[in-house]
């Protein structure tokens, strides 16, 4: 990709970027839809988690992600991977737990689960595109 003129490159990491804008804006409207279809604001509870999630990455990881994925030594950063894991995990527990109760029904769960998922491979993308090197324009 490196024999590309620039405008062609600038065109194809706005791709990248509206790629991940769609990718959130869907997965925040399954999570609206998952309580206004059934009348019932209960699984709203997930929002907390995913305000949640990035928090021990933007505190103890910083800019730094390449850690994430490999084994270190440093307390920090798995201090960290434990954080983010026990919010992801209550991500898809809480939902899990408002079906069990009764709380929400069979589609609310699955309109949650898939938000879930969607809003995960955004983030995942965001990570892969964040490291990578030719997506550095300054």
Request: with cysteine.
């Amino acid at each position: 990709m490196a024999d590309l003129p620039g405008h062609v490159l600038a065109c194809l990491h706005s791709g990248k970027l509206a790629f991940l804008a769609i990718l959130v804006s869907g997965g925040i409207v399954l999570q609206i839809l998952a309580c206004a279809l059934f009348n019932n604001w209960w699984p709203m509870l997930t929002v907390i988690m995913y305000v949640l999630l990035p928090m021990p990455l933007l505190f103890f990881a910083g800019s730094d992600t390449s850690s994430l994925f490999s084994e270190s030594g440093n307390s920090w950063v798995d201090a960290t991977k434990f954080l983010t894991g026990a919010s992801a995990v209550g991500s898809i527990a809480i939902p899990a737990i408002l079906k069990h109760a009764g709380v929400i029904g069979w589609g609310a769960l699955a309109l949650e689960l898939s938000s879930f998922f969607v809003i995960v491979v955004a983030i995942m993308c965001y990570i892969q595109m964040n490291s990578d090197d030719e997506y550095r324009m300054l």
